[in-house]
Antibody, heavy 121, light 110 residues
Framework: QVHLQQSGPGLVKPSQTLSLTCAIT??????????WNWIRQSPSGGLECLGRTYYRSKWYYDYAISVKGRITISPDTSKNQFTLHLNSVTPEDTAVYYCARDQPPYFFDSWGQGTLVTVSS | QSVLTQSPSASGTPGQRVTMSCSGS????????VYWYQQFPGTAPKLLIY???QRPSGVPDRFSGSKSGTSASLAISGLRSEDEADYYCAAWDDSLSGGVFGGGTKLTVL
Protein backbone atom coordinates (compact mmCIF):
# COMPACT_ATOMS: atom_id res chain seq x y z
CA GLN A 1 0.00 0.00 0.00
CA VAL A 2 1.50 3.28 -1.13
CA HIS A 3 1.43 6.26 1.20
CA LEU A 4 2.43 9.79 0.24
CA GLN A 5 3.14 12.27 3.04
CA GLN A 6 3.47 15.93 2.18
CA SER A 7 5.37 18.55 4.13
CA GLY A 8 6.13 22.22 3.68
CA PRO A 9 4.98 25.71 4.62
CA GLY A 10 1.42 26.88 4.19
CA LEU A 11 2.30 30.54 3.72
CA VAL A 12 4.68 31.97 1.14
CA LYS A 13 5.35 35.62 0.38
CA PRO A 14 4.92 36.97 -3.14
CA SER A 15 8.02 36.65 -5.35
CA GLN A 16 9.45 33.94 -3.10
CA THR A 17 9.79 30.20 -3.75
CA LEU A 18 7.17 27.64 -2.79
CA SER A 19 8.76 24.34 -1.75
CA LEU A 20 6.85 21.18 -0.87
CA THR A 21 8.14 17.66 -0.28
CA CYS A 22 6.36 14.36 -0.80
CA ALA A 23 7.75 11.37 1.10
CA ILE A 24 6.95 7.96 -0.36
CA THR A 25 6.38 4.73 1.52
CA UNK A 26 5.38 1.48 -0.15
CA UNK A 27 7.00 2.32 -3.49
CA UNK A 28 10.20 3.84 -4.83
CA UNK A 29 10.76 7.22 -6.41
CA UNK A 30 13.11 5.31 -8.74
CA UNK A 31 10.36 2.93 -9.84
CA UNK A 32 10.58 1.96 -13.50
CA UNK A 33 6.81 2.03 -13.93
CA UNK A 34 5.53 4.93 -11.82
CA UNK A 35 5.67 8.68 -12.30
CA TRP A 36 5.57 11.19 -9.47
CA ASN A 37 3.38 14.23 -9.92
CA TRP A 38 2.43 17.55 -8.42
CA ILE A 39 -1.15 18.70 -8.92
CA ARG A 40 -2.84 21.77 -7.52
CA GLN A 41 -6.44 22.69 -6.88
CA SER A 42 -7.46 26.31 -7.08
CA PRO A 43 -9.88 27.87 -4.59
CA SER A 44 -12.58 27.56 -7.26
CA GLY A 45 -11.99 23.81 -7.38
CA GLY A 46 -10.20 23.24 -10.67
CA LEU A 47 -7.41 20.66 -10.75
CA GLU A 48 -4.20 21.40 -12.64
CA CYS A 49 -1.29 19.07 -13.31
CA LEU A 50 1.92 21.00 -12.70
CA GLY A 51 4.53 18.44 -13.59
CA ARG A 52 6.09 15.08 -12.94
CA THR A 53 9.32 13.19 -12.66
CA TYR A 54 10.01 9.57 -13.47
CA TYR A 55 12.92 7.20 -13.87
CA ARG A 56 13.43 5.03 -16.94
CA SER A 57 17.16 4.31 -16.85
CA LYS A 58 17.56 8.06 -16.43
CA TRP A 59 15.46 10.82 -14.91
CA TYR A 60 12.80 12.59 -16.91
CA TYR A 61 10.90 15.77 -16.10
CA ASP A 62 7.70 17.10 -17.63
CA TYR A 63 6.32 20.52 -16.71
CA ALA A 64 3.06 22.26 -17.54
CA ILE A 65 3.33 25.17 -19.93
CA SER A 66 1.53 27.39 -17.41
CA VAL A 67 4.40 27.13 -14.90
CA LYS A 68 7.34 26.29 -17.14
CA GLY A 69 10.36 28.36 -16.27
CA ARG A 70 9.22 28.65 -12.64
CA ILE A 71 8.96 24.99 -11.65
CA THR A 72 11.45 22.32 -10.70
CA ILE A 73 10.62 18.83 -9.43
CA SER A 74 13.55 17.08 -7.79
CA PRO A 75 13.71 13.42 -6.81
CA ASP A 76 15.74 12.38 -3.78
CA THR A 77 16.56 8.70 -3.93
CA SER A 78 18.36 8.66 -0.57
CA LYS A 79 15.18 9.78 1.21
CA ASN A 80 12.70 8.26 -1.26
CA GLN A 81 10.89 11.54 -1.82
CA PHE A 82 10.43 14.27 -4.38
CA THR A 83 10.19 18.00 -4.00
CA LEU A 84 8.33 20.75 -5.79
CA HIS A 85 9.94 24.15 -6.16
CA LEU A 86 7.84 26.92 -7.67
CA ASN A 87 9.53 30.28 -7.77
CA SER A 88 8.37 33.86 -8.24
CA VAL A 89 4.98 33.03 -6.77
CA THR A 90 2.03 35.40 -6.92
CA PRO A 91 -1.37 35.29 -5.18
CA GLU A 92 -2.62 33.35 -8.23
CA ASP A 93 -0.49 30.42 -7.04
CA THR A 94 -2.62 30.13 -3.90
CA ALA A 95 -4.07 26.61 -4.00
CA VAL A 96 -4.13 23.21 -2.37
CA TYR A 97 -1.12 21.32 -3.66
CA TYR A 98 -1.14 17.53 -3.96
CA CYS A 99 1.51 15.02 -4.81
CA ALA A 100 0.25 11.94 -6.62
CA ARG A 101 1.51 8.72 -8.13
CA ASP A 102 0.79 7.80 -11.72
CA GLN A 103 0.99 4.03 -11.92
CA PRO A 104 -0.31 2.40 -15.08
CA PRO A 105 -3.02 1.37 -15.63
CA TYR A 106 -4.43 3.61 -12.88
CA PHE A 107 -3.16 7.14 -13.66
CA PHE A 108 -3.31 9.05 -10.34
CA ASP A 109 -4.05 6.22 -7.94
CA SER A 110 -2.37 7.47 -4.76
CA TRP A 111 -2.47 11.02 -3.44
CA GLY A 112 -0.85 12.96 -0.65
CA GLN A 113 -3.04 14.60 1.95
CA GLY A 114 -2.84 18.01 0.30
CA THR A 115 -1.24 21.25 1.49
CA LEU A 116 -3.01 24.58 1.38
CA VAL A 117 -0.43 27.13 0.28
CA THR A 118 -1.39 30.76 0.55
CA VAL A 119 0.68 33.39 -1.22
CA SER A 120 0.40 36.58 0.77
CA SER A 121 2.60 39.21 2.31
CA GLN B 1 -10.66 27.32 -17.58
CA SER B 2 -10.37 23.52 -17.57
CA VAL B 3 -9.34 21.60 -20.68
CA LEU B 4 -12.12 19.04 -20.21
CA THR B 5 -15.69 20.26 -19.89
CA GLN B 6 -18.08 19.03 -17.20
CA SER B 7 -21.49 20.25 -16.14
CA PRO B 8 -21.04 22.08 -12.84
CA SER B 9 -23.85 20.27 -11.05
CA ALA B 10 -26.03 17.18 -11.01
CA SER B 11 -28.62 15.88 -8.62
CA GLY B 12 -30.78 12.89 -7.88
CA THR B 13 -32.83 11.20 -5.19
CA PRO B 14 -31.79 8.07 -3.31
CA GLY B 15 -32.09 4.97 -5.49
CA GLN B 16 -32.04 6.90 -8.75
CA ARG B 17 -29.51 6.60 -11.54
CA VAL B 18 -27.58 9.74 -12.41
CA THR B 19 -25.12 10.39 -15.17
CA MET B 20 -22.56 13.12 -15.68
CA SER B 21 -20.61 13.94 -18.77
CA CYS B 22 -17.10 14.98 -19.70
CA SER B 23 -16.26 16.51 -23.05
CA GLY B 24 -12.84 16.89 -24.58
CA SER B 25 -11.07 16.76 -27.91
CA UNK B 26 -9.08 14.45 -30.14
CA UNK B 27 -5.86 15.30 -28.30
CA UNK B 28 -7.17 14.03 -24.98
CA UNK B 29 -10.33 11.94 -24.63
CA UNK B 30 -10.47 11.10 -28.33
CA UNK B 31 -7.09 9.41 -28.26
CA UNK B 32 -6.55 8.39 -24.64
CA UNK B 33 -8.17 6.73 -21.68
CA VAL B 34 -10.54 8.58 -19.36
CA TYR B 35 -10.35 8.45 -15.58
CA TRP B 36 -12.86 9.54 -12.95
CA TYR B 37 -12.21 10.77 -9.44
CA GLN B 38 -14.47 11.33 -6.43
CA GLN B 39 -13.62 14.07 -3.96
CA PHE B 40 -15.17 14.92 -0.61
CA PRO B 41 -14.60 18.33 0.98
CA GLY B 42 -11.20 18.68 2.55
CA THR B 43 -9.86 15.41 1.17
CA ALA B 44 -7.79 14.35 -1.81
CA PRO B 45 -9.47 12.98 -4.93
CA LYS B 46 -9.96 9.23 -5.03
CA LEU B 47 -9.70 7.16 -8.20
CA LEU B 48 -13.14 5.83 -9.12
CA ILE B 49 -12.81 4.65 -12.74
CA TYR B 50 -9.68 3.96 -14.77
CA UNK B 51 -9.20 3.22 -18.45
CA UNK B 52 -12.69 4.43 -19.40
CA UNK B 53 -14.73 1.78 -17.61
CA GLN B 54 -12.62 -0.19 -15.12
CA ARG B 55 -13.19 -0.02 -11.37
CA PRO B 56 -10.33 -0.27 -8.89
CA SER B 57 -10.69 -2.82 -6.16
CA GLY B 58 -13.17 -1.66 -3.56
CA VAL B 59 -15.22 0.64 -5.79
CA PRO B 60 -18.85 -0.53 -5.86
CA ASP B 61 -20.30 -1.70 -9.17
CA ARG B 62 -22.90 1.06 -8.82
CA PHE B 63 -20.27 3.23 -10.47
CA SER B 64 -19.67 2.78 -14.19
CA GLY B 65 -17.85 4.67 -16.90
CA SER B 66 -18.11 4.84 -20.65
CA LYS B 67 -16.47 6.68 -23.51
CA SER B 68 -17.51 7.52 -27.04
CA GLY B 69 -15.42 9.63 -29.36
CA THR B 70 -14.32 12.76 -27.52
CA SER B 71 -16.80 12.42 -24.66
CA ALA B 72 -17.13 10.26 -21.61
CA SER B 73 -19.75 9.61 -18.97
CA LEU B 74 -19.90 8.47 -15.38
CA ALA B 75 -23.06 6.77 -14.19
CA ILE B 76 -24.06 6.11 -10.61
CA SER B 77 -26.95 3.73 -10.05
CA GLY B 78 -28.80 3.14 -6.78
CA LEU B 79 -27.82 6.61 -5.63
CA ARG B 80 -26.96 6.93 -1.95
CA SER B 81 -26.56 9.97 0.29
CA GLU B 82 -22.88 9.15 0.73
CA ASP B 83 -22.34 9.62 -3.01
CA GLU B 84 -22.74 13.37 -2.55
CA ALA B 85 -19.35 14.68 -3.63
CA ASP B 86 -17.46 16.35 -6.45
CA TYR B 87 -16.60 14.22 -9.47
CA TYR B 88 -13.74 14.97 -11.85
CA CYS B 89 -12.80 13.44 -15.17
CA ALA B 90 -9.21 13.34 -16.39
CA ALA B 91 -7.21 12.20 -19.39
CA TRP B 92 -3.76 12.48 -20.88
CA ASP B 93 -3.45 15.27 -23.44
CA ASP B 94 -1.07 14.58 -26.31
CA SER B 95 -0.77 18.24 -27.31
CA LEU B 96 0.02 19.43 -23.81
CA SER B 97 2.05 16.31 -22.93
CA GLY B 98 0.38 16.20 -19.55
CA GLY B 99 -2.69 15.19 -17.65
CA VAL B 100 -5.77 17.38 -17.87
CA PHE B 101 -8.89 17.52 -15.73
CA GLY B 102 -12.46 18.64 -16.05
CA GLY B 103 -13.80 21.43 -13.87
CA GLY B 104 -15.76 18.96 -11.78
CA THR B 105 -19.43 18.12 -11.25
CA LYS B 106 -20.95 18.65 -7.84
CA LEU B 107 -23.43 15.87 -7.14
CA THR B 108 -26.25 16.61 -4.74
CA VAL B 109 -28.40 13.81 -3.34
CA LEU B 110 -31.79 15.31 -2.62
Amino acid sequence: QVHLQQSGPGLVKPSQTLSLTCAITGDSVSSNTAAWNWIRQSPSGGLECLGRTYYRSKWYYDYAISVKGRITISPDTSKNQFTLHLNSVTPEDTAVYYCARDQPPYFFDSWGQGTLVTVSS
Amino acid sequence: QSVLTQSPSASGTPGQRVTMSCSGSSSNIGNNYVYWYQQFPGTAPKLLIYRNNQRPSGVPDRFSGSKSGTSASLAISGLRSEDEADYYCAAWDDSLSGGVFGGGTKLTVL
